[in-house]
C-alpha cells in the first residue's frame, strides 16, 4: 500500500515545520517532521492500524487517526493506497478539525 499526502496536510506539515525551525531551532523542525513521517510507515502494511476519527464520520470517508506526540494525522484508505488528508496539532482543540476553512498552524 502507498501513503500519499494531499496538498492541505503537505501544507500543514510545512506550516509546522517552519513554526518550529522559527521558534525552537531547524534541528527540533526537522525531528518533528521526521517523527510524523516515520509514524506513516506503519500504513503502508497495517492501513487500518489508526482509530477511527469520530469527528468526520458524518462524511462517511472512512477517517482514521494516529497520534505521534502532540499531533494527530489524520488518513482514510482510497483506490491508490492512503491518503494522509491532516496533520492536527491536537493542541488547538478537536472542534477546528471540522473547520475547512482552518489555516494550518503549528
Do not use: C
Not at 518533528?32 to 458524518?58: D, M, W
Not at 489524520?74 to 491518503?83: D, H, I, P
Amino acid at each position: 500500500m502507498k501513503v500519499i499526502w494531499s496538498n492541505f496536510a503537505s501544507e500543514t506539515l510545512k506550516d509546522i515545520y517552519d513554526y518550529y525551525k522559527e521558534v525552537a531551532s531547524e534541528t527540533i523542525a526537522r525531528k518533528i517532521k521526521e517523527n510524523i513521517f516515520i509514524a506513516t510507515r506503519q500504513l503502508i502494511n497495517h492501513p487500518e492500524s489508526g482509530q477511527i476519527e469520530e469527528t468526520l464520520l458524518q462524511l462517511e470517508e472512512g477517517h482514521r487517526y494516529l497520534v505521534n506526540n502532540n499531533y494527530k494525522i489524520v488518513y482514510k484508505k482510497v483506490k491508490e493506497g492512503v491518503l494522509i488528508t491532516d496533520v492536527f496539532d491536537t493542541l488547538q482543540g478537536p472542534i477546528k478539525i471540522n473547520n475547512p476553512k482552518r489555516k494550518p498552524s503549528r
